[in-house]
């Protein structure tokens, strides 16, 4: 019925946050989300093994800058989700 790796409070924030701005640097996406560096890395790695985001890796002259992406397959797994939503709601 719902997706377990969206029905996570966190990552259903996160991926919300996706959709609004297709792509986010770690650190506002952290801001946004209220979590450490260390909880929003190990939601992310989830959603990245199952290619629901993509993580790019660059530099800033010589810092690094994380920035994440939403991947299709996300998008229309989201997507998914929230229409899975919107029905149990009607239903009940």
Known sequence: MFDPLLHQTVRSKLM?????NDEIPFKALKE???????????????LEK?????????FEGKRPKTVIHIAPIG????DEYIEA???FIEEN
């Not at 919300?16 to 609004?20: E, F, G």
């Not at 199952?50 to 660059?58: L, P, R």
């Not at 998008?75 to 989201?78: I, M, N, S």
């Open 16 to 20: 919300s946050v996706l959709i609004a």
């Open 32 to 46: 946004a989300l209220g979590v450490t560096d260390g909880n929003l890395s190990s939601h992310l790695s989830k």
């Open 50 to 58: 199952e290619s629901y985001v993509n993580i790019e890796k660059t």
């Open 75 to 78: 998008r229309k797994a989201f």
């Open 85 to 87: 939503l919107k029905k």
